[in-house]
């Protein structure tokens, strides 16, 4: 390869140094690297990045070049469709290859398919590599034959096929062209939110970027990795990765968090190996929503079984709106809603709870739950998230029954006996006995004046009653085997 003709790597949800095919594909090739970021907002099918989402970027974004610069290099910025602007940027620059790691979304699926097609007419090489999955998909399905669609085989299938190969090092060296080409200014993209600043709880929470992921990763095999089989259920505890949002955005690979565990699993004589198994098969459910999405690219609109087009949703816009801003009078909910609107996070045991108190209590329509979550989570996935939340509907292809309904009181009972997630998150019920206070309207009105509430006014009076909505859910589901 003539070395002043540079690679150009295409980032997008990889947005990271180390274990980087594409990256260390480019740098092996002695040429001349430029590291580029399209923000390509009129992808066919893909929807737009909710806010959340859109700030993590910001930041993503910013600390990703800080790590160019280190090196001498910079990340390029530059908007509109991508395979226009990789094509005119390989002939401004000369480039003769361009390479990225392949992601498996329909939407980026095409888009990388006619990218290979125009640099083939174009004289430019394309290269897509693994990497963003622990199992490539296309391999498993080569050696399976089949497409999974229930999460046990799938995992089974998973386990016996090749370990992931090894994480890479970042590059120890690489270098630029001598002339960088010129990019956008990342402010002027405006992913911050340009209105009421609502990101202080994010800011405060967390460190997007590539060093933050791995803080975040080491952080979690020393001091919540022993307890996470034991505790990964319990919102009160520090006891799960965090990790979402970097492995999202790519800040760490899924590979290098397989391994990290691996190798502590390893070193701890077997002591931690139940806690390691349970973290790698959560892992094994991100590849599995992937997995669904390839095969249900409508996934965050359409219910996989398509029976559920039937069912009997209701609209209230009052009851949305109360769930939404964690107001619905039932606190495990409210505590849950709010961790995600003041953190853009919230923990899994309540995701499933807060889900299923919308679309079985409230009976309101699924989708319109994943939208809230797709506008506010810094996690926010297109397959993860689409997933789960026809999971918890009942209408995924290996979903929970749609008849067991979960009793949000009992879960809170059962999750956070001694109320401290419900004190951090709801304050102003925080005075309640721990055996009131998931369920306020059961304590006695002493009990409530003593702790200082008032229903209705300090803290809102519940919307419904649970055992009642329990019933009218069960009916709802009843319509769709009559039908
Ligand atoms: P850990 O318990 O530490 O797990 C490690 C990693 O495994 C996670 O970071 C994640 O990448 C993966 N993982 C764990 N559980 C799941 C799961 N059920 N499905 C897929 N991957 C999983 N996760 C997202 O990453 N993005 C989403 O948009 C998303 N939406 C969800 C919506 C609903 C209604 C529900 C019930 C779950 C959703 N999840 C989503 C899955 C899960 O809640 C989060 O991955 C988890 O809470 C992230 O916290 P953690 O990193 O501490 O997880």
């Known amino acids: ?175 630029g062209t001598r002339n960088p080409p010129r990019g956008d200014d990342l402010a002027d993209w405006a992913l911050l939110p340009t209105g009421v600043d609502w990101t202080p709880g994010l800011q405060k929470a967390w460190q997007p970027g590539e060093p933050g992921g791995r803080e975040r990763l080491a952080a979690f095999l020393d001091e919540a990795l022993p307890d996470y089989r034991d505790g990964r259920d319990y919102p009160g505890r520090e006891a799960t990765s965090r990790l979402s949002p970097h492995l999202h955005f790519g800040e760490i690979s899924v590979r290098q968090a397989w391994h990290a565990v691996r190798d502590r699993m390893a070193w701890s004589g077997g002591v931690m190996d139940g806690a390691g198994e349970t973290f790698l098969r959560e892992l094994g459910w991100r590849d599995f929503n992937m997995n669904l999405l390839i095969q249900f690219p409508d996934m965050h609109a359409v219910p996989i079984r398509r029976e559920f087009d039937r069912f009997p949703w209701r609209e209230d816009h009052g009851a949305l709106s109360a769930w939404q801003r964690g107001r619905t009078g039932c606190p495990i909910v409210d505590a849950g809603m709010r961790e995600l609107w003041e953190t853009g996070w919230m923990h899994n045991r309540v995701r499933m709870i807060a889900a299923s108190y919308l679309v079985k209590n409230l009976l309101l329509p699924w989708w319109k739950g994943e939208a809230w979550f797709w506008d506010t989570l810094v996690d926010a996935d297109s397959a993860s998230n689409a997933g789960n939340w026809q999971w918890v509907a009942g209408c995924g292809a290996d979903a929970a029954p749609y008849f067991r309904i979960f009793n949000p009181v009992l879960q809170s009972r059962k999750f956070d006996s001694g109320g401290d997630y419900l004190r951090r998150w709801v304050p102003e019920i925080g005075g309640l006995p721990d055996s009131n206070i998931h369920a306020p309207w059961e304590a006695a009105e002493a009990v409530r004046a003593q702790a200082g509430i008032s229903p209705g006014d300090t803290y809102a009076k519940p919307t419904i009653d649970l055992g009642l909505t329990r019933t009218r859910a069960l009916a709802a589901f009843k319509t769709l085997r009559n039908g």
């Open 1 to 175: 390869m003539n070395d002043a003709s540079p690679s150009i790597v295409w980032f997008r949800r990889d947005l990271r140094l180390a274990d980087n095919p594409a990256l260390r594909c480019a740098v092996e090739s002695g040429s001349p690297v430029i590291a580029i970021y399209v923000l390509d907002e009129a992808v066919p099918g893909r929807r737009p990045s909710g806010a959340a989402s859109r700030w993590w970027l910001h930041h993503s974004l910013r600390s990703l070049d800080d790590r160019f610069r280190r090196t001498g290099m910079a990340l390029l910025l530059r908007r509109g469709p991508s395979v226009d602007v990789l094509l005119r940027l390989a002939a401004e620059t000369g480039a003769r290859t361009i390479v990225c790691n392949r992601h498996y979304e329909s939407y980026w699926d095409d888009i990388e398919c006619k990218l290979a097609e125009a640099a083939e007419r174009a004289g430019v090489a394309f290269k897509r590599l693994p990497g963003s999955l622990l199992f490539d998909p296309d391999r498993l399905a080569a050696f399976t034959g089949r497409r999974y669609k229930v999460f046990t085989p799938f995992w089974r299938a998973c386990l016996k096929s090749d370990e992931p190969p090894q994480p890479m090092a970042p590059p120890d060296h690489m270098h």
